[in-house]
């Protein structure tokens, strides 16, 4: 028994005396990854902070919709301009990518069955270049080897969770094709021969679907329900419909904007619109996705929160730049500066959308920015947020961080005015709203991230 009774002292000393270093003391969990709030590329940090949320002076329109309240947010990033054709381009350029390397990866397989085994490989060539990404089965971990029978070998299509192969770079060139299987790929991608116009074949924008994930948090934590219920997926085509410069103006010739706007690199530092907030929502998914999937790579740095679009009062306060009774960005009441020229993009004129100097649309950079940074808070394009439009908004929601998230509501909240608007819609306080499912010629957004911790300042 004495023996039983040192073995078990000396055990419990060595555990005491383990390298933790703790000595015993209640000295809490330490992560192994220390987190810096990094401020995204492109982005300003808005400090967050209470402000009087809503019209201060006269309502010409008679809405009645935005009574005075004052409300607190929280600290976040947000895109010192408006997301630019050239952004939006590396999404759905991601997503073309990604369809068209699934696909040649399915026909290399269906293309090695019963074929000659130096063809893949090491020794691969053509169509086998861009063949799954194949997994070091010998030298696999337990871990590994469940998660490719498991999950990697199921699937099937576009769904296939098999590891694409992003190395090969994809040959876009028609002539230079390297065998008959890619040619047949290609050739599914493609318009029909009789569909392009002068026999210039383009890629049919109608494939491009991007599917995407989500729980919902907010559902889950007020029912309680099974997890599994509020697991979401939906498909978006991302691409923009740029038939709106025609459909958006009757009686109207805008077909040069229709072809070359989000076409012609002229325009690749301009704001893209034809975007519904779906598409919004579904390139913040992507933009997260792009982020954390480096953040991986590097091992030792944590995921960073999600990119997401703004709340209707997180849009308001950072427009205001910390001028808390301005009637625009730059404060007010005019729309021009002492030297009479105009401070935003906008219709100053009956008629007369160019005494601005713009026609339409402007580069993102354009005019000066607010306190923030800010640029373009006010006209240029109008820009989605993540609110639901309700008349009674401002009376239903929060005085901390508000949100009316109506889901089945699907008038969604837009903000700031545009090119073709009058100077009412670009006051701070103003608000309009568009179905979630419509593109507009003036119509764009901006995304924020959530600041972690606390922004105070000593």
Same mark, same amino acid.
């Given at each position: 028994?004495?023996?039983?009774?040192?073995?078990?002292?000396?055990?419990? #000393?060595?555990?005491?005396?383990?390298?933790?270093?703790?000595?015993? $003391?209640?000295v &809490?969990?330490?992560?192994?990854?220390?987190?810096?709030?990094e401020?995204?590329?492109?982005?300003? =940090?808005?400090?967050?902070?209470?402000?009087?949320?809503?019209?201060q002076?006269?309502?010409?329109?008679?809405?009645m919709?935005?009574?005075?309240? !004052?409300?607190t947010?929280?600290?976040?990033?947000?895109?010192?301009?408006? #997301? @630019?054709?050239? $952004?939006?381009?590396?999404?759905?350029?991601?997503?073309?990518d990604?369809?068209?390397r %699934?696909?040649?990866?399915?026909?290399?397989e269906?293309?090695?069955?019963?074929?000659?085994?130096?063809?893949?490989? =090491?020794?691969?060539?053509?169509?086998?270049?861009?063949?799954?990404?194949?997994?070091?089965?010998?030298?696999?971990?337990?871990? *590994?080897?469940?998660?490719?029978?498991?999950?990697?070998?199921?699937?099937? &299509?576009?769904?296939?969770? =098999?590891p694409?192969?992003?190395?090969?770079?994809?040959?876009?060139?028609?002539?230079?094709y390297?065998?008959a299987?890619?040619?047949?790929?290609?050739?599914?991608?493609?318009?029909?021969?009789?569909?392009?116009? +002068?026999?210039?074949? !383009?890629?049919?924008?109608?494939?491009?679907?991007?599917?995407?994930? /989500?729980?919902?948090?907010?559902?889950?934590?007020?029912? &309680?329900?099974?997890?599994?219920?509020?697991?979401?997926?939906?498909?978006?085509?991302?691409?923009?419909?740029t038939?709106? /410069?025609?459909?958006?103006f009757?009686?109207?010739?805008?077909?040069?904007?229709?072809?070359?706007?989000?076409?012609?690199?002229?325009?690749?530092n301009?704001?893209?619109?034809?975007v519904?907030?779906?598409?919004?929502?579904?390139?913040?998914?992507?933009? @997260?996705?792009?982020?954390?999937?480096?953040?991986r790579?590097?091992?030792?740095?944590?995921?960073?929160?999600?990119?997401?679009?703004?709340?209707?009062?997180?849009?308001?306060?950072?427009?205001?730049?910390?001028?808390?009774?301005?009637?625009?960005?730059?404060?007010?009441?005019? %729309?021009?500066?002492?030297?009479?020229?105009?401070?935003?993009?906008?219709?100053?004129?009956?008629?007369?959308?160019?005494?601005?100097?713009?026609?339409? !649309?402007? $580069?993102?950079?354009?005019? +000066?920015p607010? $306190?923030?940074?800010?640029?373009?808070?006010?006209?240029?394009?109008s820009? /989605?947020?993540? %609110?639901?439009y309700?008349?009674?908004?401002?009376?239903?929601?929060?005085?901390?961080n508000? +949100?009316?998230?109506?889901?089945?509501?699907?008038?969604?909240?837009?903000?700031?005015?545009? /090119?073709?608007?009058?100077?009412?819609?670009?006051?701070?306080?103003?608000?309009?709203? *568009?179905?979630?499912?419509?593109?507009?010629?003036?119509?764009?957004?901006r995304?924020?991230?959530d600041?972690? &911790? %606390? +922004?105070?300042?000593?």
């Open positions: 028994m004495k023996k039983i009774t040192v073995l078990a002292l000396l055990v419990s #000393i060595i555990y005491s005396c383990g390298s933790s270093g703790d000595r015993g $003391e209640l &809490g969990v330490k992560s192994k990854r220390k987190w810096f709030a401020k995204p590329y492109g982005m300003a =940090k808005i400090p967050g902070g209470s402000f009087t949320m809503g019209k002076d006269e309502d010409p329109m008679g809405a919709n935005a009574p005075t309240k !004052t409300v947010v929280q600290p976040f990033y947000m895109d010192e301009t408006e #997301i @630019t054709n050239s $952004e939006y381009k590396a999404f759905v350029h991601w997503v073309r990604s369809i068209t %699934t696909k040649l990866a399915y026909q290399a269906f293309a090695s069955l019963g074929g000659d085994e130096a063809s893949t490989g =090491k020794n691969a060539k053509g169509i086998q270049l861009y063949a799954f990404a194949s997994k070091d089965t010998v030298n696999e971990t337990p871990y *590994e080897k469940y998660m490719r029978e498991n999950y990697y070998e199921l699937g099937e &299509g576009l769904d296939s969770l =098999k694409l192969n992003w190395e090969e770079e994809i040959i876009w060139d028609s002539q230079e390297p065998d299987d890619y040619v047949e790929v290609m050739d599914s991608l493609y318009i029909k021969k009789d569909e392009a116009l +002068n026999g210039v074949r !383009t890629f049919n924008v109608d494939l491009l679907d991007y599917r995407y994930y /989500w729980f919902d948090n907010e559902a889950a934590a007020r029912t &309680g329900k099974n997890r599994k219920d509020f697991l979401k997926d939906k498909v978006i085509n991302v691409y923009p419909d038939t709106v /410069w025609i459909k958006d009757n009686y109207s010739y805008n077909d040069p904007m229709h072809q070359e706007y989000f076409a012609h690199k002229a325009y690749e301009y704001p893209v619109v034809g519904t907030w779906n598409q919004a929502k579904a390139f913040c998914h992507w933009r @997260t996705k792009a982020k954390n999937s480096y953040q790579s590097r091992k030792k740095l944590g995921l960073v929160p999600a990119f997401r679009l703004p709340t209707e009062a997180e849009w308001e306060y950072a427009a205001r730049g910390g001028l808390n009774y301005g009637k625009y960005p730059w404060g007010g009441p005019s %729309t021009t500066s002492d030297r009479g020229c105009f401070l935003a993009n906008f219709k100053p004129v009956r008629g007369d959308y160019a005494a601005d100097g713009a026609l339409y !649309t402007v $580069e993102a950079l354009s005019y +000066n607010n $306190e923030y940074g800010l640029f373009n808070m006010a006209g240029n394009v820009e /989605w947020t993540n %609110t639901a309700s008349q009674m908004s401002y009376y239903m929601g929060s005085t901390m508000p +949100n009316v998230e109506i889901k089945e509501n699907r008038r969604k909240i837009i903000r700031g005015g545009s /090119w073709k608007d009058v100077a009412y819609f670009l006051e701070v306080s103003s608000r309009d709203w *568009e179905y979630a499912d419509t593109a507009r010629s003036y119509i764009g957004f995304t924020v991230q600041y972690l &911790g %606390t +922004n105070k300042n000593n």
